[in-house]
């Protein structure tokens, strides 16, 4: 490989880290053909981008983010590399990886690291953790209803309260006549 088509590589990932802000790091050694292709294809359906680059040239474009990936040198960035990428959800990848898994029935894709809105997951044991964060729509959909929840107690209260009162009213004025 020459150094400008190193150069083109370095930079599409770059611009690939830069512009998406989630991206698993897995390791997909031992798989068959058959196995590879099933998993392209699982993830061309689900909307994840699956690139396999050299660890070289994966460090290289970290390099030119804001964000420190030193960590991902020593125990990420070893061996075969595939990089998923999805634009909208830091989990998507999390979910094909399980599933994938499940189908297929072995446990030879694994991940090695992942990078959520800049947040570091070293390791094949951060898989669960990765399916349960939540995207930030579903933590914005969970903040409006918790400030809604009390306004909606208050008139409620309120309107319940009323009813009483009235009632209230009625009896002490037919108590009076």
């Given at each position: ?7 083109a590589?370095?930079?599409?990932l ?6 998406i802000?989630?991206?698993?790091i897995?390791?997909?050694a ?12 699982k993830?061309y359906?689900q909307?994840?981008?699956y ?6 040239l ?19 960035l070893?061996?075969f ?6 634009p ?5 990848a999390?979910k ?5 898994r499940?189908?297929s029935?072995?446990k030879?894709?694994k ?8 947040s570091?997951?070293?390791?094949e ?10 995207s930030?729509?579903e ?6 209803g918790l400030l ?9 209260a309120?309107q319940?309260s009323?009813g009483?009162?009235a ?11």
């Amino acid at each position: 490989m020459t150094r400008e088509e190193k150069a083109a590589i370095i930079g599409k990932l770059s611009d690939k880290f830069q512009t998406i802000p989630y991206f698993y790091i897995v390791d997909a050694a031992g798989m068959t053909v058959e196995q590879t292709n099933k998993l392209r294809r699982k993830c061309y359906t689900q909307g994840v981008e699956y690139l396999v680059a050299k660890n070289t040239l994966i460090a290289k474009a970290l390099e030119t983010l804001e964000t420190d990936y030193t960590p991902f040198n020593d125990t990420v960035l070893t061996g075969f590399s595939g990089i998923m990428f999805h634009p909208e959800s830091g989990k998507a990848a999390a979910k094909l990886i399980k599933e994938f898994r499940k189908e297929s029935g072995n446990k030879k894709l694994k991940l090695k690291g992942a990078s959520v809105d800049n947040s570091l997951f070293i390791g094949e044991d951060q898989l669960e953790t990765l399916l349960t964060l939540k995207s930030k729509q579903e933590l914005l959909g969970e903040v409006i209803g918790l400030l809604q929840s009390p306004a909606k107690n208050v008139l409620s209260a309120l309107q319940s309260s009323g009813g009483k009162l009235a009632g209230i009213l009625k009896t002490l004025s037919e108590r009076e006549g």
